[in-house]
């Protein structure tokens, strides 16, 4: 659901750093319709290139007033790399 919310430009590579803060505070009953709210806490470039950010997650559940879940979720992106700049073969 999540790669519907959010799109990263010049990704070449990540990772999911893990999740912290996942409280599962309601259960879902089986037929139950769910949607993911996410938004960015916060992003920082890394010594090694990368991206790392924090999304911040919450499981609604249709008719419910507590969420089923509660998360942060930490991803580091690295951009893609560059293009060989060597000049394209010539025909024959």
Do not use: W
Request: charged share 25%; glycine share 8%.
């Amino acid at each position: 659901m999540l790669e519907e919310l959010l799109t990263i430009t010049d990704h070449g590579r990540g990772t999911n750093h893990g999740l912290e803060r996942v409280p599962f505070t309601s259960p879902v009953r089986v037929g139950s319709e769910i949607r993911l709210v996410a938004s960015i806490k916060d992003g920082r470039r890394r010594d090694d290139g990368g991206v790392q950010c924090r999304v911040a997650l919450v499981i609604q559940v249709r008719g419910q007033d507590r969420p089923a879940m509660v998360a942060e979720s930490i991803y580091i992106t690295y951009p893609a790399e560059p293009a060989e700049t060597a000049a394209p073969p010539r025909p024959l």
